[in-house]
């Protein structure tokens, strides 16, 4: 910029890519009295160095460091409302898929009672298939069960309906899952509902 003298047409020309920037972020409506505040510093600066070469060049630079950091400031507000866009589209879906899990607990439970009354392989394959099909695509949308019988009992997982007394290496395990729990993307969308081994003392 040595070579280069900075001139009022710049200085405008800054001004209001810094305003554009503002209101781009909210920053200037009437609404916002710090806004209107700085434009009028602005402004006034602006007239007391149109005579001033030096001046005017150090002022060409601050609003150049303000708009880079106006674009920085603008880029991290696009970024939080993409990242809450997401959040919320993450929330929406994981409560519809959640209002089908009865259908799929009344679904795997018609499943176990063909298998123990029907003889017909047909029958079976057929329901099978349909719940097949269902379970798959709610796991593309990123719903899975949850494993955890034979592991240890975790509170943020399961919720524990019943204790059994066992031998001390079945402490704290989950010994029989009493109702599927299920995980969507990476949070818990159901507790499991199970049955935990309580060390036997007496023995």
């Known amino acids: 910029m040595d070579n280069e003298k900075s001139n009022p047409e710049e200085l405008d020309a800054l001004e209001q890519a810094i305003k554009d920037a ?6 200037g409506s009437k609404k916002n009295k710090s806004s209107d ?14 005579e001033d070469p030096e001046k005017l060049k150090l002022r060409v630079e601050e609003l ?10 603008f880029e991290n507000f696009k970024k939080r ?5 997401q959040e919320r589209m993450v929330y929406h879906d994981a409560r519809m898929i959640e209002q089908l899990l009865p259908i799929i607990d009344t679904f795997e439970s018609a499943l176990k009672h063909v298998r123990e009354v029907s ?3 047909k029958l079976i394959n057929g329901v099978e298939l349909i719940f097949g099909q269902l379970f798959s695509a709610l ?8 494993d955890v019988v034979n ?3 975790d509170p943020y997982k399961a919720d524990a309906l019943m204790q059994e007394k066992t031998a001390p290496e079945k402490d704290n395990i989950v010994l029989e899952e009493l109702q599927k729990g299920y995980m969507f993307k990476d949070r818990v969308l159901r507790h499991a509902k ?4 309580v060390a036997d003392k007496s023995e």
């Open 37 to 50: 505040k700085n434009s009028d510093k602005v402004d006034k600066v602006a007239n007391q160095v149109q």
């Open 64 to 73: 150049t460091d303000s708009l880079r950091r106006l674009q920085a400031e």
């Open 194 to 197: 199970v049955k935990v081994g």
């Open 119 to 121: 003889a017909d392989e």
């Open 81 to 85: 409302r993409d990242k809450e866009e």
């Open 22 to 27: 503002s209101e781009s972020l909210g920053f």
């Open 151 to 153: 592991k240890p009992f």
């Open 139 to 146: 796991e593309k949308q990123g719903l899975r069960s949850m």
